[in-house]
């Protein structure tokens, strides 16, 4: 719309001046149809409004979306739209939304009172999602964990939101702050809150446990709730907003290294904009109030897998290799975010560098020797060739193999296990004890071999003291009285 003293110049010139259409358009720098329109209206616009106001095409349903409304407030629009298509609206959502927050009764605003923490007291903790940016169809998480007094944070990226995975991020997070807070507040968050029903929370008895061995209190804020962790939400915006836009990252532990440096010389030394004072410099009065760290909890994800006929195992959609002669067997995997380890019982088996990609194949070539080279039908000679290499004492254990009840394939299978997972001469050693103990069986065997890695602590040396004071003899008291004693009530009943 052109503004009312041009509209008033326009009319001037055609009426007054008698200037064309075209010398007018071309005057003012507008349409042709604009100045026609005008000089047929003869009147100037004051607002856009002015004019004829236009029926809306959703004016005919005006009726029946009220009747919606009363009937259920909650009503989203898209059901509405569906509704009124039914009924031959054919106009857009955009138009039905608009007209229906006119309608909707609005709330008024809630009112919060502020969270007020004494040094020491709270933190809050939760999880910021950062997509995918490496690719490798897993995402990466941002644990933030801020302590609410001094607004200190700390800052950890990684791959899994995994049980073990918080966890390890909580240890960081003390080990960084040089103490543990009275409590700590989280966000309903699966691995902490395992089932919620109004004010009643149970938590997860792993998360209790680990709670409980660093003697801090959980608390699981209430639905809906942002008011009760604002801190760490603000925390988790300021990460999202203020470290991650224009940079680039090779792979997580430079996306690790890049949020240190950035906590450490620039989050945590800043103002803070709710407390107007630094982070780092209220955190001195802080640390003494929190609570002394206990010893190092066991962060590694620990399953029980069991090696497929590939000689591989499932773990965290890859698949790690294991020695051949472990087909089939329930072996323990423990992993961190750095390796993982396979143990067959207590015995470490092998070691693989962690991917953190999906459906990928980490293989050790070592695993598959010998296996190429056995020829089909003559798995039982060349184990037996094998058990007889070990020894005089293997040989004369081959000899009481056959006439046992259980199958001689499973104990040489068996044999070959214990010979891959603990070596030959460990295994001859402890064939050799066997015979000796006239106990014949692979598995009494494979006890033999468990508890020779056991270490035998030595008992300690005697304390050596200074105070020559504090070395005192113990004193040995005679028995003879009691023996006499003894003596002459037996000669007694004896007379």
């Known amino acids: 719309m052109i503004d009312p003293s041009t509209q008033a110049e326009i009319l001037r010139y055609h009426f007054v001046e008698k200037l064309s259409i075209r010398a007018i358009a071309l005057r003012f720098g507008v349409h042709r149809q604009t100045v026609t329109a005008l000089i047929k209206r003869r009147e100037v616009l004051l607002n856009k409004n002015s004019g004829a106001k236009r029926v809306s095409i959703l004016a005919p349903?005006?009726?029946?979306?009220?009747?919606?409304?009363?009937?259920?407030?909650?009503?989203?629009?898209?059901?509405?739209?569906?509704?009124?298509?039914?009924?031959?609206?054919?106009?857009?959502?955009?138009i039905l939304k608009d007209y229906l927050s006119t309608r909707r009764i609005s709330t008024e605003p809630k009112?919060?009172?502020?969270?007020?923490?004494?040094?020491?007291?709270?933190?809050?903790?939760?999880?910021?999602?950062?997509?995918?940016?490496?690719?490798?169809?897993?995402?990466?998480?941002?644990?933030?964990?801020?302590?609410?007094?001094?607004?200190?944070?700390?800052?950890?990226?990684?791959h899994s939101a995994c049980f073990e995975s918080f966890i390890r991020c909580h240890e960081h997070a003390f080990e960084y702050f040089g103490g543990?807070?009275?409590?700590?507040?989280y966000d309903n968050l699966a691995t902490a809150v395992a089932e919620r029903k109004h004010k009643i929370v149970r938590f997860n008895p792993k998360f209790l446990a680990y709670c409980g061995a660093n003697h801090y209190k959980p608390v699981a804020c209430n639905r809906a709730a942002g008011h009760e962790k604002g801190r760490v939400e603000d925390g988790v915006r300021y990460v999202r907003h203020n470290f991650w836009p224009?940079?680039?990252?090779?792979?997580?532990?430079?996306?690790?290294?890049?949020?240190?440096?950035?906590?450490?010389?620039?989050?945590?030394?800043?103002?803070?904009?709710?407390?107007?004072k630094i982070p780092e410099l209220q955190f001195i009065d802080e640390k003494s109030c929190l609570l002394p760290q206990s010893l190092n909890y066991d962060t590694d994800e620990i399953r029980s897998l069991k090696a497929s006929h590939q000689f591989r195992i499932q773990f965290d959609s890859?698949?790690?290799?294991?020695?051949?002669?472990?087909?089939?067997?329930?072996?323990?995997?423990?992993?961190?975010?750095?390796?993982?380890k396979i143990y067959l019982n207590t015995k470490h088996i092998c070691t693989h560098t962690r991917c953190w990609g999906r459906k990928q194949s980490i293989v050790n070539p070592k695993h598959q020797e010998?296996?190429?080279?056995?020829?089909?039908?003559?798995?039982?000679?060349?184990?037996?060739?094998?058990?007889?290499?070990?020894?005089?004492?293997?040989?004369?254990?081959?000899?009481?193999?056959?006439?046992q009840n259980r199958s001689i394939r499973t104990e040489l299978n068996h044999l070959m296990v214990l010979i891959t997972v603990y070596g030959p001469q460990a295994l001859e050693a402890c064939i050799a004890q066997s015979l000796k103990s006239s106990i014949i069986g692979s598995h009494h065997l494979e006890r033999l071999l468990i508890q020779s890695e056991k270490s035998v602590k030595p008992n300690p040396e005697p304390l050596n003291l200074n105070d020559q004071r504090l070395h005192i003899t113990p004193y040995i008291p005679n028995l003879s009285s009691y023996d006499t004693l003894l003596f002459d009530n037996h000669r007694k009943d004896c007379d």
């Open 370 to 403: 010998g296996l190429l080279e056995r020829k089909p039908g003559a798995q039982t000679t060349s184990d037996i060739a094998a058990l007889k290499a070990l020894g005089p004492n293997a040989c004369r254990y081959l000899e009481f193999i056959g006439v």
């Open 318 to 340: 890859n698949e790690y290799s294991v020695p051949w002669r472990l087909v089939g067997r329930i072996l323990t995997l423990r992993a961190n975010t750095k390796i993982v």
């Open 180 to 185: 543990i807070p009275k409590e700590i507040w």
């Open 246 to 276: 224009g940079r680039s990252f090779v792979n997580l532990d430079d996306t690790n290294n890049q949020i240190k440096s950035w906590q450490n010389n620039y989050a945590n030394k800043r103002t803070h904009a709710t407390t107007h």
């Open 61 to 94: 349903y005006y009726d029946r979306i009220d009747q919606y409304l009363r009937e259920d407030p909650g009503r989203s629009s898209i059901n509405i739209l569906q509704k009124l298509r039914d009924m031959g609206y054919q106009g857009g959502i955009t």
């Open 111 to 158: 009112a919060y009172l502020s969270l007020e923490f004494l040094p020491g007291q709270a933190a809050q903790v939760d999880w910021g999602d950062f997509g995918d940016p490496f690719g490798l169809g897993r995402k990466l998480w941002c644990f933030v964990m801020v302590l609410c007094w001094s607004r200190l944070l700390y800052l950890e990226f990684t």
